[in-house]
């Protein structure tokens, strides 16, 4: 791995564990065993780290939601679908859980990136209105135009501000995977009342998928139910 690289998988780990505004450069040299003058040939401050970390995050979302695919309704799929796209949202927010946790003060120091994030989230934005389009001409969902747009918009915010709402639950302790796994249900909450009745008992079982694997990772993680 070279070692811009590893520069960024480190902050990352750091980042995600101490939160990053606990973090200096200084701190991810150290835990690389570099000096500081190393770390700095590549990166000239942290907030260069923060924009290489944060270029990392719109690949991953381009390469999991195929963000450059501009098919229409009737091909993004049925529950199964909304299961893997939720599965890769939780994976994102696993992986890149500082930047959801304090998302606004990382935006509001950089205008660059802060213009950055509202791009990559328009074909975000996109791609799930397709797939709830697609839900509705299937009859899965039974929403208006208007509900439709409402659901949309409340499913982005419950999604993006989650790890930040856990963190002010949980002061000076770690968020766990279990934890970001229980966003799920909630999502799928928001949806129930506007499911058509014969979609309803795959709905809970996605839910019930969802609760599982929140189950398995507080066993792999040792925590408490």
């Known amino acids: 791995m070279k070692t811009k690289d590893k520069i960024i998988h480190a902050a990352i780990e750091l980042f995600n564990l101490q939160g990053e505004q606990n973090v200096t450069t200084n701190h991810i040299a150290a835990h690389l065993g570099m000096s500081p003058g190393n770390l700095y040939y590549h990166f000239r401050n942290k907030e260069d780290i923060i924009q290489a970390i944060f270029d990392r995050y719109a690949e ?28 890769a949202v939780v994976g994102l927010m696993w992986q890149f859980r500082f930047i959801y946790e304090n998302l606004p003060d990382i935006l509001s120091r950089d205008v660059v990136m802060a213009e950055k994030y509202r791009q990559i989230q328009e074909p975000v934005y996109g791609l799930m209105t397709r797939h709830l389009l697609g839900l509705r001409a299937q009859g899965i969902l039974l929403a208006n135009d208007e509900d439709l747009d409402a659901l949309l918009h409340l499913m982005k915010q419950v999604l993006i501000f989650w790890p930040a709402y856990l963190h002010t639950l949980t002061p000076g302790g770690n968020i766990t995977k279990a934890m970001v796994y229980g ?7 928001m949806f129930r009342p506007y499911m058509a009745p014969e979609a309803l008992d795959e709905l809970r079982q996605l839910e019930q998928y969802f609760q599982d694997k929140a189950s398995q990772s507080r066993v792999k993680e040792g925590v408490d139910a």
């Open 60 to 87: 991953q979302l381009n390469l999991l939601f195929g963000l450059d695919d501009n098919s229409g309704s009737e091909s993004v799929g049925g529950l199964r679908t909304s299961m893997r796209y939720m599965e």
């Open 183 to 189: 966003v799920v249900p909630r999502v799928f909450f």
